[in-house]
Nanobody, 124 residues
Framework: QVQLVESGGGLVQAGGSLRLSCAAS????????MGWFRQAPGKEREFVAQ????????YYADSVKGRFTISSDNAKNTVYLQMNSLKPDDTAVYYC?????????????????WGQGTQVTVSS
């Protein structure tokens, strides 16, 4: 099983940028389809972005399309989420997770091996 650790969260003003990292250990990320999710206070966890094992195909939630970019570096066994033009509505705990599937979109229920999350707070 793969272990995931997120980092890179913080406090940023609206319009700013952050890059989140998800470092994997135990297994190589080439074995998984990876996803980023987020959960705001009082809300259910929601999908943000997915990337296939090869890194060739990505898929985004409509709310972040054009602002967020998911990428992977297999040499570093790390997945990233570049977040630009941040809005207060992007405030949430961000999680990465792995799935054994091959294609996007993959349903959220297929993801497992969740990390502990990293807090992103966007001030207005």
């Amino acid at each position: 099983q793969v272990q995931l650790v997120e980092s890179g969260g913080g406090l940023v003003q609206a319009g700013g940028s952050l890059r989140l990292s998800c470092a994997a250990s135990g297994r190589t990320l080439r074995n998984f389809l990876m996803g980023w999710f987020r959960q705001a206070p009082g809300k259910e966890r929601e999908f943000v972005a997915q990337i296939t094992r090869s890194g060739s195909t990505t898929y985004y939630a409509d709310s972040v399309k054009g602002r967020f970019t998911i990428s992977s570096d297999n040499a570093k066994n790390t997945v990233y989420l570049q977040m630009n033009s941040l809005k207060p509505d992007d405030t949430a705990v961000y999680y990465c997770a792995a799935a054994d599937t091959y294609y996007v979109p993959t349903t959220s229920s297929e993801f497992y091996s969740w990390g502990q999350g990293t807090q992103v707070t966007v001030s207005s």
